[in-house]
Structures are given as C-alpha cells and as structure tokens.
C-alpha cells in the first residue's frame, strides 16, 4: 500500500520535472530576448512581455480569425514584433540614448501602458484563444501535452539560430563582443546605428516568436503580459543583465521551481515559490547579481 | 597609534599586498611611496575599510579595526582623501565639507558638523561662503576641498592618498606645507601616498617603500634614497633626483 | 517671505474651508482621489529623487490596504491598530528586499528590477491567497452602520475629504522635513558617488534603508487610507506593477525635485482619466491609459524634469 503511494508520486514528480524542463525552454526564450536588447544597447525593455502579448493576439487574428495557415502566420506574427521592435527602439529609445538610464527605463515602462490599453481598446479585455486543442502525449503514467513539447522544441531551435547567428556572422560577432564590453564599440568601427537597429529586430523576433508559442498554449488577454513579465525580469537579473548563459540557466531553475512548487498545491504557489527564491538568492548569492553592474 | 601586522590582500590569486606589517607613531608624519602597482593605494582601500583584508590585524588606538565598515573606520578617527578627487557636485562646497563634519563624527551635532567645516575650510584655505558652489574650483581647489571634507570629520589619523597629483611646482610645495602645518597645528597624524617624492621626502619624517605589495625598505627620507633596494626599485632618472631631495631635506633641517 | 507664507496659509484656509460650502459629492470625491493618490505619489518621490527608482511601490501600497482590511474583516481589529500594523509589515518588507539591495550595492536598472519583481510577488500572494483575500476578484472591508470612527469608515465625502487633506499636508512636511535635513544631504552624496559618501562618514546602507522604509511606510498609509476610502481594493487597483508604474510616473510628469511635483501629476492624471471617462462613458476602457501612455513616453523624452519641475526651473525659483 505504501509502496504505491510512492510510486505514483515519484511518477508525478517526474512529469513535473520534465514539465520544468519544457517551461524552461520558452523562458529561456524570452530572457534571451531582454538580455540582447540590454548586453548591446544598455535598456530594459519593461514593456517586453506586452511586445509579446501583443504578438500573441496578432498569431491569433491570422490564425484564427482570418483563417491564415500556421506556417505563414508564425513568420508573419514574428516578423510583426520585430518590426515593433524597431519601432521601439527608433521612435522611444534613440532619442533617449544619451539621458539617464532611468528615463530610458520608464519610457518603456509608458510603452507598457500604452500597449496594454492599445490591447484593451482595439481588442477588448475578453480571454481568446487559438481554439486548436492539441493531443496530449502519454508516457506510462505520465502526461505531457504536445503543446508544450512543440513550444519547448521551436524555442530550443530558435536559440540555436541565434547561436549560429551570433557564431557565424561578422555582425553576431559584434552582438558577442559588445555584450561582453561595451568599450569595444568604439575599437571595432562598428555603426552603433545599424547594430543597434538589428539587435532590436532580434529582440523583437525572440518576443514574436515567444509569442507563438505561448498562445498555443495561454489564452491571450490585454494583461498577460503581467503574469509571465515579471519572471522573465527575475531570471535576467539572477542571470545577471546581459548575461546569455547565466539567464539560460536561471530559466531553467525558475521553471522547476514553478513546475515542482505547482505539484504541491497550485500554480500560482509555485510563483510565489519562484519569487521567494529570488529574495533568498539576493541575500545568498548576490554576486550572480553583480556580474555586469558598471 | 596605528599598529599594521601581517597585512594581506589578494584578488583571487593575487597577492595586492603580501605581508605587510609597520607601526606609525602619534603626531608623524609617514611617506608611503613605491611604483605603480606596488600596493600603496592597495593598504589605503584597507585602511579606510573600503577593501576587507585578507589576512593581518590593524590595531588603531588599541582597537583591531581589520575588516570595519568604512564609515566605522571614519567614525573611529582615520579619515581618508581619494586620489582623484571625489566632490559631490550636486551639494554646495559648504555641504560638502559639513556632510563630511556631520557623518564623520557620528552624528552628533549640526552645530558642531558646521564648526568643524568652518575650520577646516579655513585651513585649507577654501572660502566659508555658504553659496559657493563645487563648480567653480580648479583641480587644486578640488585637493584642497578633498582635504577639507577629510579634516572635518575630526580624524587623528589622516591618509592623504597622491595629494599633489596634476599640481604645479608652486601649488605642491604650498600643499605639502599645508600637510605639515595640519601635523604642527592640529595634532593629526599622517600617512601620506605620493608619486611625486620630492616634495614628500621634505615634510615626512619617515618613510616606506613599497614593490609588488611588499615592504622593501623603511627609514628617515635620507637612508631610504641611499637604499641599494630603493634605487634598484626607482631606476633610472629618478635616482639622482632622489638623492638630491634627500639632501634637501636634511639641508632644510626636517625632523627624521 | 512673509507674502509667500500668508499666501500659503490663505491657500491652505480655503482648501480646509472648501467642503462647508461646496459639496457636490462626485467633485468631492475627485478631490479625495486626488489627494490620496497626491500622497501615495509624494511618498514615492521621497526616495525616487535620489535617483532610488522602485517599482515596488504597488506592493508596499497593497500591504497597507490588504493588511489593514484583513485584520478588520477576519480578526475584528480595528483599523486605528489595523493601520500602525499594516505600516510596519511594509516597513519590514522594504528593510527584507532593501537591505541587500543597499548591502551589495545593487542600484539602477538592478535595483528597479528587483523592486519590480517585489510588486509582482505582492500581486501573486494576494492572488493566490484568494481564500483570504478575494484573490483578482478583490476584497471589501465589514462595512459598520453609519460612520463610525473606530472603524475609520465615514459615509459623508466631506469628512474623508478632510482627512485626505490632512494626510496629504503630512505628506508634504514630511517631504520638506527630509528636504532640510541632513540625511538630504548624506542621500544626494550617496547618488552621486556611494565610496565616497563612505569615505566621509555616511553608512550608506543604513541611511538607504532608512529613506526607503519611510518611503514604504507612507505609500502603505496611502493604501490603507485608500481601502479605507473606496471600501473596496483589489489587486490591480492596490498592488502589482501597473500600479507601481502609475506611482513613478505620475510622480516623474509632475516633477519629482519639487515638493508639489507629485501633487501636480495626480490632478493631471486623475483630472484625465476623469475626464476620459465621462468623455467617452464606457467606450473609455483602455483609452485613459492609452492617451496616459503616450503622454508619458512624450513627458520622458521632452520634459525630464516634469512640469512643475520644468517651469520652475524656467522661472528660476527651483531650489
């Protein structure tokens, strides 16, 4: 009798390891995103969950209201968000290169504001969704869904396109190099302009293609954003800003967390779990904090 | 006063300042001079407590004070000048000075904050001008503001880190004068960090030499120049020039 | 000197006498909402002008409304006790997340994040507590019978219109107190430049920590006053980061360097979202804060000094 009880736990906590593993990937995602944006132009992007709530609605409307195909509404939902990437960068952000880092942080933070009631106004505040119910995949006793699975596997090759970018070409090298010291730019020649233009796309790109996983698997309202914004903030910091490895590995602690947190009660303790955590490593660990503090 | 043993700071692997102990006595003053990366601005930042030891005590007035928090240090009676000087510009020069006089001594009085100012504003020869701003002020009238926000927080001892540094010949020995007249007249101890030695080796009465973070030599400014140590150290055309100022000094009659 | 002061105190007679002889309820109760949220703003101003930027201002905002409304509701304590406690869990809090903030020198964008995530856990302990608190569905105090001063509940506008007033005046000397201080000073050197702030005596930690639990305090008390107010809170109105924007926000367009600057933000944003509202009637969900987010982002890249903050340095009166 007891001995059953333990097997269906140890089965349950494996399906919620790997469900860790699989949140992990889009996290990793996102935090990929912000870490660009910040390694190469030195801002956060507080409005970056809402880039990609906004990306979410636009899969949606191609999808399922004007009844596009997915392998052309996923690259035209990605492109979206980069172009607002863009738009971001040239309209909020380049006139603010030169003031405080602060300012540069609340326009964003307007940004934020504006795109949530822009959501509100042009789409209304009811929850949507694709209306694709995807199958769930069973193995043994363990049930994963094929939502998930697709999600962690088009956010593993996302990342991996952006290694090879980052590797393989003269100007992913120079995203490489200025993350690390932002001093180089000035050495290497590079037109900051232009990088700067093409990083934001970038960043712009991860949050749409975010977007298109998360809305396989969430329902899309004006305020998603808020429920999935401010972790991704947590894991860049743990991370360290502009850090790419460090906030892989914290999506990965954090989507544990979440996942294993969730198993004993319910999802949202597994956030509080998450944010709690992030407290504890200030005191703990702040170093993994420090590693790009100028 | 100040009694230094087994001094260590490492930054991961390396040794910054590798064994160093030495003792300063009430009322002198103390050169602490050594090539760039010789560890002198190194034992400063521990001093002042802005870098934790690695090892060594530092016992100051008879209390170990090895691993204090800065503003403890500065509450205990060791104030400290930066190398480059450190103005906050958004307060006034008063401000300035004051803040220092007020947090300096543990926050006792702002009356008492302001006299302190006031006088150490007048012995660095900076105006008591409650709208002069930072703005206006030269590299040696930031020195002297520098020196001013150290003497008012009402230090026994005073670590001058590079005083002179991007002076003329004539503000330097003015400002070298001013140091000795802080020993003279207030009673404060000094160490005193220079680059530029020859107008140090006239006002201190004793000096260390420091290399690759370790004592080399200690001794009045006379038997340190004509240290064989020192001058394999100080190469080349710094050498006469240090034989000279030491003979200077002794011609001027400086206590050693 | 002498005028300035007869003018303030000219100014201040009327806004006390202001509700004995005008009363219209809905102007009464723009004018509280106006003031409470005047003081939540000024209270953040108090520590964000020292370029301190925190986004966890919503979350110290929902403890002191949600502490406050939960003794009353579930343990029958009054809010006169109910709010010192609801105070002191937001101080607490600010010294848990500022200590090590202040310790290990996380400042800046770091230390606005990390504020960020404060207004998020905030936010998600209310939610997920929702047998306690009403989860996103939000959460309405035991109401008495009447006005009732033990309870802090009043009926009549006039009487909260009064105690806003009081508490927004509080919040402006507390401003000046902290504006002619010494701890002004420590604070403005420590913006500047922390070693040497050190180097001059200052414990920067604890001067840090002190600004920022006083700051946490009194945007607690505005939570409180406000749930005491509306009778009614909710996590999107109290706590999270849309609120914590609002607070630096309305704060930045108003002038955080001056002491009515915050003040100045709520009448225009308040006054705005008002005037939406009655504008557009329901069509205006969302439109309020889409005009409010363009107005920002415009406030940001051309007025960095806020309004107020902007013409005084014109006139050349600012301090």
């Known amino acids: 009798m007891n ?3 333990f097997e269906v736990f140890d089965v349950y906590l494996l399906e919620a390891v790997v469900n860790g593993i699989l949140l992990g990937g889009v996290l990793a995602l996102m935090a990929l995103g912000l870490n660009l944006i910040f390694g190469v132009i030195d801002v956060v992007w507080i409005c970056y969950a809402e880039l990609i709530m906004i990306g979410m609605y636009g899969l949606y409307y191609a999808y399922a209201v004007f009844g596009l195909p997915m392998w052309l509404a996923a690259p035209m939902c990605i492109a979206l968000v980069a172009v607002l990437g863009l738009l971001l960068h040239y309209i909020v952000i380049r006139p603010l290169l030169d003031a405080a880092p602060i300012n540069q942080l609340l326009a964003t933070g307007g940004v934020l504001f504006f795109l949530q009631s822009f959501a509100t106004v042009a789409f209304g505040i009811d929850f949507r969704n694709l209306g694709i119910r995807l199958p769930v995949l069973a193995i043994g006793d363990m049930h994963f869904s094929y939502a998930r699975l697709l999600a962690f596997l088009a956010a593993v090759a996302g990342m991996v396109t952006i290694y090879l ?3 393989r070409t003269y100007i992913g090298t120079a995203i490489r190099a200025i993350a690390q010291d932002r001093q180089i730019m000035v050495l290497m020649g590079v037109d900051s302009r232009r990088l700067y233009l093409v990083t934001s796309a970038l960043g712009g790109a991860l949050a749409g293609l975010a977007a298109c996983l998360l809305v396989l698997q969430y329902d899309v309202h004006p305020f998603v954003g808020l429920s999935f914004g401010p972790i991704t903030f947590m894991i860049v910091v743990l991370g360290g800003l502009g850090n790419f490895i460090g906030g892989f590995v914290a999506s990965f602690v954090f989507a544990e967390i979440i996942s294993l947190g969730g198993l004993y009660s319910d999802l949202e303790w597994g956030y509080v779990l998450a944010f709690a955590f992030f407290i504890l490593m200030m005191f703990a660990r702040p170093q993994g904090l420090l590693t790009r503090r100028s | 006063m100040l009694l230094v043993k087994g001094l260590v700071k490492r930054f991961g692997g390396f040794a910054a300042v590798n064994n160093v102990s030495f003792e300063v006595a009430r009322g002198e003053i103390l050169g602490l001079i050594g090539p760039n990366g010789s560890g002198k601005s190194t034992i400063f930042n521990v001093l002042s407590g802005t870098y934790r030891p690695t090892a060594g005590s530092i016992v100051f007035d008879g209390h170990e004070i090895a691993g204090l928090a800065p503003h403890q240090i500065i509450n205990r009676g060791i104030g400290r000048t930066f190398q480059i000087p450190r103005p906050f510009r958004r307060l ?4 300035n000075v004051a803040l220092a006089g007020y947090y300096g001594q543990g926050r006792h009085s702002r009356a008492k904050a302001q006299a302190s100012a006031e006088r150490a504003l007048a012995v660095v020869g900076l105006p008591i001008d409650p709208k002069a701003k930072v703005g206006g002020l030269g590299a040696a009238g930031l020195k002297k503001l520098e020196l001013a926000k150290a003497l008012a927080t009402e230090p026994k001892l005073l670590l001058a880190d590079e005083s002179l540094g991007g002076l003329d010949e004539h503000e330097m020995s003015r400002a070298a004068e001013m140091l000795r007249r802080i020993r003279d007249e207030m009673g404060i101890t000094i160490i005193w960090v220079e680059h530029i030695m020859g107008v140090l080796m ?3 009465d004793r000096v260390i030499v420091l290399d690759h973070g370790e004592k080399i030599a200690e001794g009045s400014p006379g038997a340190v120049a004509n240290n064989p140590k020192v001058i394999e150290v100080y190469l080349g055309t710094e050498v006469p020039a240090l034989h000279k100022l030491a003979a200077a000094s002794h011609a001027e009659g400086a206590p050693s | 000197m002498t005028a300035r002061k007869l003018i303030i105190a000219a100014i201040g007679l009327a806004l006390v006498a202001l509700p004995f002889v005008y009363r219209q309820p809905y102007h009464l109760h723009v004018l509280v909402l106006i003031l409470i949220w005047s003081f939540a703003y000024t209270s953040w101003s108090v520590m964000g002008r020292f370029g301190l930027v925190s986004l966890g201002h919503g979350g110290f905002m929902g403890v002191g409304a949600y502490v406050t409304a939960l003794l009353w509701n579930h343990l029958g304590v009054s809010p006169w006790i109910g709010i010192p406690l609801a105070l002191l869990a937001a101080g607490l809090l600010a010294i848990v997340v500022g200590y090590p903030c202040f310790r290990f020198r996380i400042i800046g964008h770091y230390f606005a994040l990390v504020t960020l995530a404060l207004s998020g856990i905030v936010l998600q302990v209310i939610t997920a507590t929702r047998d306690f608190t009403g ?3 939000g959460y309405t105090p035991e109401r008495t019978k009447g006005s009732v001063l033990a309870a802090v509940q009043f009926v009549d506008k006039e009487t909260w219109y009064l105690i806003a007033l009081l508490v927004w005046a509080l919040g402006l000397l507390v401003w000046y107190r902290v504006d002619g201080s010494m701890l002004r000073h ?15 005596g200052i414990n920067v930690t604890a001067e840090k920590l002190k600004i920022t639990v006083l700051s946490a305090m009194m945007t607690a008390f505005a939570g409180a006053l406000y749930g005491q107010y509306q009778m009614f809170i909710s996590p999107d109105t109290v706590s999270g980061i849309s609120v914590s924007l609002q607070m630096v926000f309305a704060a930045v367009v108003g002038g955080i360097y001056v002491a009515l600057g915050p003040t100045v933000g709520a009448v225009i944003t308040i006054l705005l ?12 969900v969302g439109w309020d804060n889409l005009i409010y987010g363009v107005l920002l982002v415009c406030f940001i890249v051309l007025l960095p000094q806020g309004i107020l903050g902007s013409l005084l340095a014109r006139s050349g009166t600012a301090k």
Do not use: C, H
């Open chain 1, 165 to 167: 970018f980052m590797t």
């Open chain 3, 135 to 137: 989860g996103s569905l």
């Open chain 2, 202 to 204: 006239r006002v201190v």
């Open chain 3, 186 to 200: 420590a604070m403005e050197a420590i913006s500047e430049d922390e070693d040497a702030a050190a180097a001059a």
């Open chain 2, 92 to 95: 006034s020069l008063f401000d």
């Open chain 3, 273 to 284: 979202a008002e005037a939406l509202r009655i504008g557009f009637g329901t069509a205006a």
């Open chain 1, 3 to 5: 001995f059953a009880i």
